[in-house]
């Protein structure tokens, strides 16, 4: 391709996890329109989630500028960087934070960038509330063809405009398929951080794990964690595995592995889980996946998302040898593409944008929620990121014209370390001693 042929796009990610920042980064490469390079800048949104360099590292995705913000400061950003395309991706409340600072932000301007949102992985709980939270961006993407046609359905129930939902596919799938068994055959429990949400049910998971590796000294169990003890990730981990494995006896063919889902994958021959994204990741390379029903098939639990996939199964099966059988039809609507069609998942999104850059001017973002549909709620939202009713920041609001100093940078990781470890130590002792 002659470099005169090819466009140049500068795209900006805010994120506010290390799934988001996955998420949001790599679907900003897979929607860009056909003979263009990206600019990707990076903007991590300063809380509780805010990823760490080690947690950034393992996402495995580079950007060519990463910086941590307030979303005062991010929205003063957009207002001096002419970026083409913004994707946005955050917990449902700070996309329509977002939706309503870059209104104000951008009020009276022809040309602006064009605002994509959506979801991180499966949407198993919140749709109506997540969905209205995100309406307003002009591309709201589902990763499947169930999710598109559930997204629809819920903005046209309320009177919202639809045009906006888009289907595409999860943008981290990929890798080789699953081309036969390895030696030693290897089974990997991918834990979530917050499902199941005790320690007693957190506990039988492990042992069950344990005790599948001492039933089958010839394979090799892994359990692949998200994150390291005071790390966050897009949910709270109240109560680790790395502690709850401390003092067992564990056999030697059991271990506890960090690293990329990806390269995990590569030496996976059973993927067993409750409720994770990363059963859709095997599915899309064809490796055997189970969805594990021994605390019950509940919302609570989100496995009742897999319901009809083939995948459901309990630890009682698979330590006598079961081997699961995906429905085709089922995996075909979740966006698991493992037929081939991968590549051509995202080419609607792709046309959209074009021809969203190709116009001269674009119509201002129009959120469903105002302080007229939702006066009793968006205030609310909005405050949290220190923005008024209108998306104008707040007096005493943190300023984005300098660089923090020496000392504010350092009481800022002491207030942030502070923060991480009341949320992750000491309120779960809390809760714990009011249930006594």
Request: aromatic fraction near 6%; charged fraction near 25%.
């Amino acid at each position: 391709m002659p470099a005169s042929a090819t466009q140049t796009l500068r795209v900006a990610v805010l994120a506010d996890s290390d799934t988001r920042w996955k998420w949001g980064s790599l679907t900003a490469n897979r929607i860009a329109p056909p003979n263009s390079d990206i600019s990707l800048d990076g903007y991590l949104l300063r809380g509780r989630a805010t990823p760490t360099a080690r947690q950034l590292k393992e996402v495995g995705v580079t950007a060519d500028s990463l910086r941590e913000v307030t979303a005062v400061e991010f929205l003063r950003a957009m207002e001096k960087e002419p970026y083409d395309i913004l994707v946005l991706s955050l917990v449902g409340g700070g996309v329509q934070a977002m939706l309503h600072g870059l209104a104000r932000a951008w009020d009276g301007r022809a040309k602006r960038p064009v605002v994509v949102t959506g979801y991180v992985g499966v949407v198993y709980e919140k749709l109506t509330d997540g969905l209205l939270l995100r309406h307003g961006a002009d591309l709201v993407l589902a990763n499947s063809r169930q999710d598109a046609d559930r997204f629809k359905a819920v903005y046209d129930g309320v009177g919202a405009d639809s045009s906006a939902v888009t289907e595409v596919a999860l943008p981290f799938l990929g890798g080789d398929a699953y081309t036969g068994e390895h030696d030693p055959y290897t089974v990997v429990f991918a834990v979530q951080p917050s499902v199941p949400d005790n320690r007693r049910d957190r506990d039988y998971l492990l042992n069950r794990a344990i005790q599948h590796a001492r039933f089958h000294p010839g394979r090799e169990v892994l359990l692949k964690l998200r994150s390291k003890p005071g790390e966050h990730t897009t949910h709270i981990e109240e109560l680790p595995y790395q502690k709850l494995v401390q003092g067992k006896d564990l056999p030697a063919n059991f271990s506890l592995v960090y690293g990329h889902m990806g390269d995990v994958l590569d030496r996976t021959d059973l993927l067993v889980t409750i409720s994770s994204t990363a059963a859709l990741e095997s599915l899309h390379r064809r490796i055997p996946t189970v969805v594990l029903t021994d605390l019950g098939i509940r919302e609570g639990l989100g496995n009742h998302h897999f319901v009809g996939s083939g995948c459901l199964a309990s630890w009682d099966q698979l330590d006598a040898g079961y081997k699961p059988v995906p429905d085709a039809e089922w995996v075909a609507r979740q966006g698991v593409m493992a037929d081939g069609s991968y590549e051509s998942a995202f080419d609607a999104a792709r046309e959209r944008i074009t021809k969203l850059l190709a116009g001269d001017e674009m119509a201002p973002l129009t959120p469903y929620y105002t302080p007229e549909t939702a006066p009793g709620y968006l205030p609310g939202i909005l405050a949290r990121h220190h923005l008024g009713p209108d998306g104008t920041p707040l007096p005493g609001a943190p300023a984005a014209d300098k660089a923090p100093g020496p000392v504010r940078q350092i009481v800022r990781r002491a207030a942030r370390g502070a923060y991480r470890h009341g949320v992750q130590r000491v309120a779960p002792v809390i809760r714990r001693m009011g249930e006594l």
